[in-house]
């Protein structure tokens, strides 16, 4: 069984900064794709950042204001959030993609607001 393990999130003020972690623990044949999605109230859930077969994507919204890295040593995937606003309040999930199914993190909140 494959669990998706989030850190990081929390509260922070606009312009500020927060890093997310996700490690996957299991058995897991191979990883294609591991990355975030946010879900705010009353918003469907949307991809924020993705490593896919080593390219990253980011969301337009976040372009040049967070960055997505990856440990595949580790299984772990990174989301460094930098110049955090109002809007970037949501729900965080942890995603990732096998060759076999996908799989998705509990969720961190983060809430930026002064």
């Known amino acids: 069984q494959v669990q998706l393990v989030e850190s990081g999130g929390g509260l922070v003020q606009p312009g500020g900064s927060l890093k997310l972690s996700c490690a996957a623990s299991?058995?897991?044949?191979?990883?294609?794709?591991m990355g975030w999605y946010r879900q705010a109230p009353g918003n469907q859930r949307e991809l924020v950042a993705i490593v896919m077969y080593e390219s990253p994507r980011y969301a337009d919204s976040v372009k040049g204001r967070f960055t997505i890295s990856r440990d595949n040593a580790k299984n772990t995937v990174y989301l460094q959030m930098d110049s955090l606003q109002p809007e970037d309040t949501a729900v965080y999930y942890c995603?990732?993609?096998?060759?076999?199914?996908?799989?998705w993190g509990q969720g961190t909140q983060v809430t930026v607001s002064s």
């Open positions: 995603y990732l993609k096998s060759t076999v199914r996908e799989y």
């Open positions: 299991g058995t897991i044949f191979r990883i294609n794709g």
